[in-house]
């Protein structure tokens, strides 16, 4: 087929063979570096997980990694208000939401390696010195700092194999690495040094520039940030292939034209960034505009038709549902949403798994009381518990939990939120009439949550974390196991307090279900109520598995019965349906 652009214009464009490694035969890794201007907050992450998708959806095996340059370790103690979700990776890494979406829109399975800070670049470089790797040379930003940058972007181009736990032979056909911040930025500079000079070393066919920008819009179209930020990014000595343009309208040719003079991009590269009604539109939004063929040309490579069905499929769905569904999400960090990131999308995959509509109405739990919850609760379709740390708003979780287990509302508690069911059920059903968390009340005989004996003297270290994909045995028959359809899951952990298995025999005299524990250690993962339609509680984080495509059966499952209760609330359905709701799965 005839190349997108002419051969004329620039040897970037010129058709030749990929280029094998001749050592195992190989071909050589693509790289594509999104850059963001203007403003923060524009979109970088989504981009870069909607290109993996598309270049997915061509037959090539992707990577991503984000390079943030903030000098924190990692994303584990920073404020969720600042910050938002911390997303765990399956080998425990606490890291940028940002991995969250990649993890979402591709298959790639990523590591502490896909996500690098400033912090731990310049720990790496401290820690080689003081071994003596630079042989008493003076360390210097250039070349020991960018060095190591470098090096962790052909790192994150390895596969890796989930059920292996180790990196593949092979490395990904395209690696995506986003750089955090906005092109102006002091503490970015390393980073686009680093990107500058691996075009350097790797040449134009193996290395792509796209940068990610802003068009404000006042009485008309003003393109000069636009200029300003690609100016930027010039004076460095990047010069972006591709603009893609945060826009609520289509851009003219007119302005398309400007940009592309004023920037040097050429014109069919400027991309139109549209605001849509899901951010899952944006991957058949950057196809209908031809990026992925444009990225193709760029990088000289040759790829089938993109099988986007599943993507068009999903769409649709989501934007014709059959009913709805109203679900109460409590939690501590709802003024900042960003912080259930994972969680909130993987309630919208559970609705598009039934069809259904998900209207989420979220609900500070600092300020829900036993006077103002069943005004706020009773006419929801189900309840959700969400995770966090510390004890601002606990009592309001329990208050929650016991107005959808006496009321019968589909209830699912994550992590804290199943901490705080045992802690209500032990109350108000067993009689321990003290019972709480250690989290917020240390050292009482009576915390049916705290911490386990060899985790005490360790809170300062992080050693007492249970962090990243952890096996969970579940009970054959139970209801999370006709979920699951199996009775062995991996999902991934992120929390420091457990049940205190000394309560559970009490706790199961009274109908609390254990439905799930850890093989080796014998903690409990799952609790269920089978008397109930839907009270499920789980240590894990599920939310950080589900993807639009491949919606968390737990998820689904929940949604579903949240639909069954608003039918039989609502009347919708005969008394004799009510029963069924018990057997929801």
Partial sequence: ????????????????????????????????????????????????????????????????????????????????????????????????LDLGHYERYTNAVLTRRHNRTTGQIYDTVIRKERAGDYLGATVQVVPHVIDEIKNTITEASRIFDKETKTFTAPNADICIVEIGGTVGDIESLPFLEAIRQFRHDHGKEHTLFVHLTLIVQTAEMKTKPTQHSVGKLREIGIQPDILICRTPEMLSEKVRSKISLFTNVPEDSVVNGLDVESVYEVPLMFHQQNLDNIIMTYLQMWTGSPKLQPWIDLIEKYKNPQDEVEIAFIGKYVAHLDSYESLKEALLHGGIANRLKVKLHYID???????????????????LVAPGFGERGMEGKITAIQIARTGNIPFFGICLGMQMAIVEFARNVVGIAGANSGESRPDHAENVIDLMPEQEGHQETGGTMRLGSQITVLKKGSRIARMYNKTTISERHRHRYEVMNEFVPKLEEAGLKISGRHPERNLVETIELPEHPWFIGCQFHPELQSKPLKPHPMFSSFIKAAFANRQSRLGLVPTSAKKAKASVA
Avoid at 8 to 21: E, F, G, H, M, N
Avoid at 56 to 71: A, F, H, N, Q
């Fill in 365 to 383: 739990s600092e300020f829900l009381t036993p006077e103002n919850a069943f005004e706020q609760l009773e006419k929801m379709d189900g309840v």
């Fill in 1 to 96: 087929s005839t190349p997108l652009y002419s051969s004329a214009a620039s040897d970037v464009y010129k058709r030749q063979l990929p280029t094998i490694d001749k050592q195992n035969q190989l071909m050589q890794t693509k790289y594509i570096f999104i850059t963001g201007g203007v403003v923060s907050g524009l979109g970088k992450g989504i981009a870069a997980a909607s290109i993996g998708a598309l270049l997915e959806s061509r037959g090539l095996t992707v990577s991503l990694m984000k390079l943030d340059p903030y000098i924190n370790v990692d994303a584990g103690t920073m404020n969720p208000f600042q910050h938002g979700e911390v997303f765990v990776t399956v080998d425990g890494a606490e890291t940028d």
